[in-house]
């Protein structure tokens, strides 16, 4: 297995727009979450997934943010309208069994002008 | 809610010394604890699990200690090298029921020097 995929890599986009990070998550794993990094914060639970269903969106900060899990292979995180408070690193994880070992995907760097 | 801290201030050693990074929380006691390791650019890899009913679990050159008395864990690199330079990030989970999530600290970064 390639491991968790996520695109873009880099995204740079203006305050406003709509921005859809994605992911791939390990085939067979029950488990999907979505973090942000930053400096100040480390990293944050957004929100996780167990078979597809989402469990825990209490991280999601606002409104602004939504995430679906369509199927068992594919996953978004979507923001809008951006803001410039939004800019983080964005990581995608799975996992068999909640809480055991977690998969990062390499992250999505977002910055919002 | 639970605090984790770990030293923000980097860790420099020389190689072949032992890097000891400590992570210390809050409040509740973990029911196991977890430590990855971070490279520039990339996202986090496990590296270690330990239960709270364990006291030290050891992999290769790596071992992590576990006082729940102290609400402390020690994660230790023994004979260290230039190639163990990265930030490490150690995370609690309350309980091992499904719902309960992992919590990271902010991690500290290992420079290992020639």
């Known amino acids: 297995d390639a491991g968790v995929i996520q695109s873009p890599r880099h995204e740079v986009t203006e305050m406003g727009q709509e921005v859809t990070l994605r992911c791939k998550p390990i085939?067979?794993?029950?488990?999907l979450f979505w973090y942000r990094q930053t400096m100040m914060r480390g990293l944050e639970l957004l929100i996780y997934?167990?078979?597809?269903?989402?469990?825990?969106d209490s991280g999601m900060p606002e409104d602004r943010f939504s995430a679906k899990m369509p199927n068992a292979s594919f996953s978004t995180l979507k923001i809008q309208p951006s803001e410039p408070r939004d800019s983080a690193v964005y990581f995608c994880?799975?996992?068999?069994?909640?809480?055991?070992?977690?998969?990062f995907g390499q992250g999505t760097r977002l910055t919002v002008v | 809610s639970q605090k984790i801290e770990q030293n923000s201030e980097a860790l420099n050693i020389q190689e072949g010394k032992t890097a000891t990074l400590t992570c210390n929380y809050t409040?509740?006691?973990?029911?196991?604890l977890q430590w990855y390791r971070q490279d520039p650019g990339r996202g986090p890899v496990f590296l270690l699990l330990?239960?709270?009913?364990?006291k030290e679990k050891r992999k290769e050159r790596l071992k992590v200690t576990f006082d729940t008395t102290l609400k402390q864990s020690l994660f230790h690199i023994t004979a260290s090298q230039p190639a163990d330079s990265a930030t490490y990030l150690c995370?609690?989970?309350?309980?091992?029921?499904?719902?309960?999530?992992?919590?990271f600290g902010t991690g500290t970064r290992l420079q290992v020097t020639l």
């Open positions: 994880a799975s996992s068999l069994v909640m809480n055991t070992e977690a998969f």
């Open positions: 085939s067979g794993h029950d488990y």
């Open positions: 997934f167990n078979n597809n269903v989402p469990i825990d």
């Open positions: 409040n509740y006691s973990p029911a196991y």
């Open positions: 330990i239960r709270e009913n364990e």
């Open positions: 995370a609690l989970v309350k309980d091992t029921g499904t719902a309960s999530k992992l919590t």
